[in-house]
């Protein structure tokens, strides 16, 4: 026979163990129409980050203030570099193309450089020097890239 102190404290486990149960179904069906929203809400289309623009919540250009943050846009900015790699690849390709030796007179004469001709962070356009072939980001702290 068990002694007569423990039977409360059993009663109480059973009644905190169904409110446990309780909350974890409740949360679970809080979880599953949150998603069921979030699925059908417009503004979670994804956003192409090469195509422009941003959606709420996403990176903006602006610096960023949180450590996350700021490594988030030092990811961007090596994808900026690598965009301005193939850029400079393909003005190469197009001046050993062409039959005057000359550099394309504007990035839209590469169809292929039309995705990345802009910097995926900004948006801004790249600038381009037809006479020199040299292509830059104009974005602030990118125009060293
Ligand atoms: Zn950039």
Not at 26 to 33: A, E, G, H, R
Not at 47 to 55: P, S
């Amino acid at each position: 026979m068990k002694p007569v102190c423990c039977r409360p404290r059993r009663t109480e486990r059973a009644w905190a163990f169904a409110l446990l149960l309780a909350l974890l179904a409740l949360s679970c069906l809080v979880l599953t129409s949150c998603k069921k929203q979030a699925d059908e809400s417009p503004d979670t289309a994804v956003v192409d980050r090469t195509e422009g623009g941003y959606a709420p919540g996403q990176i903006r250009p602006e610096p960023a203030q949180s450590v996350p943050g700021k490594a988030v846009q030092r990811a961007i900015g090596h994808k900026c570099q690598e965009n301005l790699r193939q850029v400079r690849m393909l003005i190469m390709s197009a001046k050993m193309d062409s039959e005057d030796g000359t550099h394309p007179a504007s990035l839209t004469a590469l169809p292929e450089a039309a995705r990345i001709s802009s910097c995926p962070l900004g948006h801004e356009a790249y600038t381009y020097d037809p006479a020199t072939g040299e292509v830059h980001c104009p974005h602030p702290g990118h125009e060293k890239y």
